[in-house]
Each structure stands twice: as C-alpha cells, then as structure tokens.
C-alpha cells in the first residue's frame, strides 16, 4: 500500500517475528528508555534550533551541514533532517506513551509552521534569521556549489523535490490526527491546498511552486515548472493524498488522486523507447534539466513508475494500470547491460529515446565558472556524483506483474484505501524506519550495541559522511587546474559536499534516527 503503511507493516513483522523470547541477558526496559531519553534530550536541547535540525554537526558546534553548509539559523527538510525527527519522536511517543516525545514533535511542528510556503510547501531548508540571510546563502555558499545546481538560485517558493514538502506535510498530519489538536488543522490544510493548486489538468506535478521560470542554465530552459517524475515526485504526491483521503475522509481528494495515477499512463513513451523520463516539457516531450540531467528516459524512472502502476492495479483492479507494463519491463530487459559493471548495476541510467543508446554524462572544469557538464555515448570517465549505471531487476517486475495477472481483483482490492470503510481508516503507528530501519535479525545484540554506544556526552557519535570547502569569499578561478572529471568537488572554491577522509567524528542525526529505531521497535515488542 502506501510507503507508510508498508514500512508499518515490515515492523510489525520484524516485532512479531523475533524468534525465542529474550533470555535473561537482554537488555532491560528501564535502561533501554532511559537511553532513548538521554539521547533525545540532547538532541532537543543541544542540537536543535527552534525545534528544527541539520543532517551533520561538528561537536563543537564550529560547522555544520544539510545537504550542504548551513547557518545556525539554518534548518533542513529534507530526510534525514527536521520531518525526519518529527516523525521520529512520534514513533517514540507511540512505542513508550512518553509525553516527552510528543512536546520533542510539538517543537518540529512549531519550526515547519513558522517555514512553511505562503502557498503551503516547503523549500529545502528554512532560515529564521529572515528572507535576507536566506538570499545571501544562496548568493555566496549555494551560487558557488558547481554539482549542486538546485541550490544556485533563490527562487523563494516551495519545491516537492527529495519529499521536502510532502513529509513535512505527512508529519504534520500525523501529528494533527494523534490528539486532533486545531493548532495543527491549519498548516495540514495548507498543505493539502499546496498539492492540489500546483496539480496540473493533466495530473502532473512541478518540481517547484508557485511556477517560476526565471533560472535557466548552460542555455537549457528552466526545469523546475516541467511535470516531474524525478525523486518520485508524482508518486509521493498521490500517496500523501491517498493518506489524508484515508484519515480526513475528504472525497475532493479522490478526483486529484486519479488524474496523478493517469499521468503514469500519459507520459509513457510509445515504441521503440516504451519507458518514462525524469520529467517532461509541457507537450509531454521529454526534457533535460540540470545540466548533467540530458534529455532522455531514465531506467531507474522506469523500473520504479513500473511498481507504481502495479500498485495502482492492486488499489483499483483497473487492467489499464497494467496494460502496457509488459512493454516498458521488454525495454528494460533490451537497454540493459552487455554484463553488470563492477558495482553489480545491471542498466544505463539514461537512454537516448527513438535509439535506445545509453547516454553517458562527463564533465571538465574546477567549479562554477569554468566546469562545464556533456553528454555522449562513450562510458569511460563518467561523473562520479551521479551513478551512470543503476542495478534493476526487469524479471522480479515481471514476475510480480504476472502474480498480480492472475490474481483475483476483487481479492486484491478488498484492502484498498478507496474502499476499505468510504476512505476513513487511521495512519501507522511507526513512520521513522525509512531513515534508518534496524536490521531483522538479533534485535537484542542491536540494543546492546546502541545502549553502550551512547557518550558520555549523550549522542551517538559518527563519522562524519561529506565536508565541504567554507566559503572564503575568493573569485573562482576562470580558468581550469586539475582533474574534477570523476570527483564530487571542484577546486577550493566550490562548495559543493564531498567524502570527509579525514574520519572527523560528528553529531549525525541519521545515527541518532538509526539508534533510536532500534530501541523504538525493541520497546514496541514489550508494549
């Protein structure tokens, strides 16, 4: 069903599955909460701003980074970072009834309210230092990330892009229908608002609202208003309609809900090229857009609307999601590999339409003003921020396709969110093991690791995953020096994230998410 409901259910079998019950050894539920305790007090007290978090703190709290350096004033959305937590401390408010975490929730709640859209999105981070500190990042530390173009310019409206808006949105109804706290109605039916007024006529979704078509690069159009599949935009816009349908019961969402589920049909390309683009121009031509984003079909794109429509089947029993799945899983099983690289991926993640080439992206340069990103067919050298290859399986979607064939349809759709009690039902209990989901096996070993893991500080330490070059103010050079083909940075003066090698230690909210589950789904059992 939907991603919620199916990650809910993995943990409800991981709980219900965990073999012999706990020898004497296991852990013990008092020092289990206590540490979840500890540890969350640190991350609201010490590590927080205004109820919102990063993704990656220096100790000493000298820098600090989302997906790119932020300010203190800064705040991120984008998983693992602000949501993330929110949902996080309503799972260990459901796992402990510890009122503690739903204040921790309460404070996320407060940091997304004061950031959200006039319009009811998001954009990637919010600033509360004020729309001007906002424009001078943008101006300084994101103008000069040469891979990281979204960042480039300030467009000052809301983007769907990395489930910014929609898990914000999702944690705040979660939150909303715990206690049916009015506070809460408000910013949820801005929200909603916010996903049908970008909705095009035709079903599809913009990568960014209100429309702006004001940054074009490199001589490409702006991409940002195109109907977008990119990051599973159109996917993740259904099923937070589909969730609010369920919980609200508001039957105005069910009009929107289908003309997204047709846009997968729409957009399908006809033969000899029957998959799905990153996103798509106006007159449903594909499109490039950020320059190292060429005008082609994405293999992963594919594979992946291939489930949705599967998906959409087992909702309706409707044979047109499936009618031309045959066609676009023959494609991927045609553009694959001769033999998987060394990584084990299987298929080009981009392919010319009408030739069905695989397209490889390079670039030259050292940073924002002399780099430069092309497109040909030669494999060797390509970018190393961007995988050119992707590892699909063309004959599990096959498989999966025929089971559902020959399944008996009213069977399947006896627990769809369109039938199911007039679309009223109630949202999981668990969200956060998305971010971070703990391992089947050995649960008590993992507490174990996690209880004794903990400093005496009160997190969890980390290595820190990327750095970044501050920057330092300097004119980028315009001409070239160096070798940046493959690489994640430029010269010094880009400030794109890279690889620490350094093995610096860091305050990682994806350890604090990781952690946590762990105790959260042990607690969950003994509750």
């Given at each position: ?9 993995l943990?409800?079998?991981g709980?219900?599955g ?6 004497a ?11 979840m ?23 000493d709290?000298?820098?600090r980074w ?10 991120w ?8 937590m ?10 402990t009834?510890d009122?503690?975490?739903y204040?921790a929730?309460?404070g996320?709640?407060s940091?997304l ?10 954009n ?26 979204e960042?480039q310019?300030?467009y ?10 929609t ?6 109804l ?25 909705q ?8 960014r ?5 004001e ?7 702006d991409?940002s208003?195109y109907y ?5 935009v ?14 609200l019961?508001?039957?105005?969402l069910?009009?929107p ?25 106006l ?14 079909l994405?293999?992963h794109t ?10 959409f089947?087992?909702?309706t ?35 010319e ?5 695989a ?6 340069g ?21 995988s ?12 999966k ?9 009213k069977?399947?759709?006896?627990a769809?969110p369109?039938?199911?009690g ?7 209990r ?14 008590d ?7 004794a893991s ?9 290595p ?6 501050p920057?330092?103010g ?9 070798d940046?083909?493959?690489?994640h ?5 880009d400030t ?25 789904r042990w ?5």
């Amino acid at each position: 069903m939907l991603r919620a409901r199916f990650l809910s259910a993995l943990l409800l079998a991981g709980v219900s599955g965990l073999g012999p019950a706990q020898s004497a050894a296991a852990p013990g539920r008092a020092e289990v909460e206590a540490t979840m305790r500890r540890a969350t007090e640190f991350m609201v007290d010490k590590v927080s701003y205004r109820g919102g978090y990063l993704w990656n703190y220096l100790p000493d709290m000298s820098r600090r980074w989302g997906e790119m350096e932020a300010r203190e004033t800064q705040i991120w959305l984008q998983p693992p970072g602000t949501s993330s937590m929110g949902h996080l401390f309503l799972d260990a408010y459901h796992a402990t009834g510890d009122e503690y975490y739903y204040r921790a929730a309460e404070g996320v709640a407060s940091a997304l309210t004061w950031g959200q859209h006039p319009s009811g999105g998001w954009n990637y981070f919010i600033d509360f230092a004020g729309d001007r500190s906002l424009r001078d990042w943008y101006a300084t530390i994101g103008k000069n990330a040469w891979r990281l173009e979204e960042f480039q310019h300030y467009y000052g409206n809301a983007t769907f892009d990395d489930q910014t808006t929609t898990d914000a949105a999702t944690f705040l109804l979660r939150l909303y229908v715990e206690k049916l706290d009015s506070r809460y109605k408000a910013p949820v039916d801005r929200a909603i608002q916010f996903v049908l007024d970008s909705q095009y006529p035709i079903g599809a979704w913009p990568q960014r609202f209100p429309i702006s078509q004001e940054f074009s690069k490199k001589g490409l159009a702006d991409y940002s208003s195109y109907y977008t599949f990119n990051d599973d935009v159109a996917w993740e816009n259904v099923s937070f309609l589909v969730q609010c349908y369920q919980v609200l019961g508001d039957r105005r969402l069910l009009d929107p809900i289908m003309r997204g589920m047709n846009f997968f049909l729409l957009s399908q390309q006809g033969q000899p090229s029957p998959g799905w683009a990153l996103q798509y121009t106006l007159d449903l031509k594909p499109a490039a857009a950020r320059t190292y984003e060429p005008l082609a079909l994405a293999t992963h794109t594919t594979a992946s609307n291939i489930d949705h429509l599967l998906k959409f089947y087992e909702w309706t029993g409707d044979t047109r999601w499936l009618a031309r799945v045959p066609e676009a899983i023959g494609w991927l099983e045609k553009v694959r590999l001769a033999k998987p690289d060394a990584g084990g991926r299987t298929h080009p993640t981009f392919i010319e339409p009408g030739t069905n080439r695989a397209l490889y992206v390079h670039r030259r340069g050292s940073n924002i003003v002399n780099g430069e990103y092309y497109t040909d067919y030669e494999p060797a050298r390509p970018i190393g921020h961007y995988s050119s290859t992707r590892k699909l399986d063309p004959a599990a979607l096959r498989a999966k396709y025929e089971k559902l064939e020959a399944a008996d349809a009213k069977k399947l759709t006896q627990a769809s969110p369109f039938v199911a009690g007039e679309g009223v039902g109630e949202l999981p209990r668990f969200f956060a093991a998305s971010y971070a989901p703990p391992k089947a096996e050995d649960l008590d070993g993992q507490v174990g690791a996690s209880l004794a893991s903990l400093n005496t500080a009160g997190f969890w330490p980390a290595p820190l995953p990327q750095t970044s070059h501050p920057f330092k103010g300097a004119t980028p050079p315009a001409k070239a020096t160096g070798d940046f083909a493959g690489t994640h940075v430029g010269d010094e003066t880009d400030t794109s994230p890279f690889t620490d090698t350094a093995k610096t230690i860091a305050i990682s909210t994806q350890e604090y998410l990781r952690n946590m589950n762990i105790l959260i789904r042990w607690r969950a059992e003994q509750r």
